[in-house]
């Protein structure tokens, strides 16, 4: 409280700034948060500040404003600061309990907008040349999300527009988007969990144009970490097996560690023609869960070799990583014993038919 009472003395000691006659307020700012959640420096606390870029936007409107543009992704990470939230100062992680700043400015925000009219943009403004280069259909799902968010959090209706940034960002950034993107909807398609979720909006920091260099690559560092970690949180568990059968039901297990059973395929080959792998039906994984399949082998002769193992959606697309397992075969199968015994009768026919001859031979010297 007494924090709240020093901030509201100091904002009345401001000068006195003549209020704006804009119709149409827009509410933006470059991207602050990682993948992880915590803020890349401590800007935008700065920036909600009366004399900041954000707080003179807010405490300086015009009375009459009606008409409002907002970035729900703003609004989330307003939201942050005043819960409390963690920021990077150099290679230090400093937490802050909470903003009282960003408490007074989502205040004045929620009466601002009382009875106002209220459009939402895509969320984290991205790019919009960049967007419908690399992702055309991508920008449809970000709009409606993030009007779903702020609706929410207004507990009112809000209308989409079409309003966004203008400006390309660079080809890199286009191209690890594009890639990321594609590694995350693969999961999207079969986890809807809101992690998921917030991980594909949070891809956007990506496109957004009015980010430093040194600002994209601490979020693309973040994000391309965060995405490998997703792929992992399904996977097929490492082993090493000795078989010594020639038809083995091999135990493998499947790890599923989102909050939401899947439904996948497996899809399995070896390094060599030493084993026949047969077909392993569709299966299930609940949530927070493991489950142990059999993977059905036919040993064709022994030595050694590797077993891949790659998981797919139920429409066919690869789910994160494929996981080789070495197998060491120790057994000699009946199609190598048929071999060993038809070449040792083969040698036997040929030492009967040569003593045979031997015998003839003699006979007819004799003779």
Do not use: C
Not at 341 to 354: D, E
């Amino acid at each position: 409280m007494k924090r709240l009472f020093l901030f509201l003395f100091a904002f009345l000691l401001l000068p006195i700034t003549p209020v704006r006659a804009e119709s149409v307020i827009t509410l933006i700012s470059t991207p602050h948060r990682n993948a992880a959640g915590i803020f890349i420096n401590n800007q935008l606390a700065q920036d909600l500040t009366a004399v900041g870029t954000l707080g003179q936007t807010l405490f300086n409107r015009a009375r009459n404003t009606t008409n409002w543009i907002i970035d729900d992704q703003l609004i989330e990470e307003v939201e942050d600061l005043a819960d409390g939230y963690s920021y990077l100062d150099g290679e230090k992680v400093v937490t802050v309990d909470k903003s009282v700043v960003a408490q007074v400015w989502l205040t004045t925000l929620r009466q601002a907008l009382r009875g106002a009219q209220i459009s939402v943009i895509g969320y984290g403004d991205p790019s919009l040349p960049s967007i419908n280069k690399v992702a055309p259909n991508e920008i449809s799902i970000l709009r409606t999300l993030a009007q779903q968010r702020l609706a929410k959090w207004l507990g009112r209706d809000v209308a989409l527009t079409n309003y966004g940034a203008t400006k390309p960002v660079s080809r890199n950034a286009e191209e690890l988007y594009r890639s990321l993107l594609a590694e995350v909807s693969v999961i999207n398609s079969i986890i809807t969990t809101p992690d998921i979720e917030a991980l594909r909006l949070g891809l956007t920091s990506l496109l957004n144009p009015n980010l430093s260099k040194d600002d994209f690559t601490e979020l693309s560092m973040s994000y391309t970490d965060a995405v490998s970690a997703m792929k992992k949180r399904i996977r097929v568990a490492a082993g090493n097996y000795t078989i010594t059968s020639s038809t083995y039901s091999l135990p493998v297990t499947v790890i599923n560690g989102f909050d939401q059973q899947i439904n996948v395929d497996v899809d399995a080959w070896t390094s060599n023609a030493r084993v026949i792998v047969g077909k392993i039906p569709r299966i299930t994984v609940g949530a927070k869960s493991q489950l142990q399949i059999k993977v059905p082998l036919s040993v064709i002769a022994s030595g050694e070799t590797t077993l891949a193992l790659q998981l797919h959606t139920p429409s066919g697309e690869r789910v994160g990583n494929i996981e080789e397992i070495p197998l060491r075969l120790a057994v000699i199968s009946p199609l190598t014993t048929w071999f060993i015994v038809g070449m040792a009768l083969i040698l036997l026919g040929a030492a009967i038919i040569q003593s045979v001859r031997r015998v003839k031979r003699r006979r007819n010297s004799g003779a």
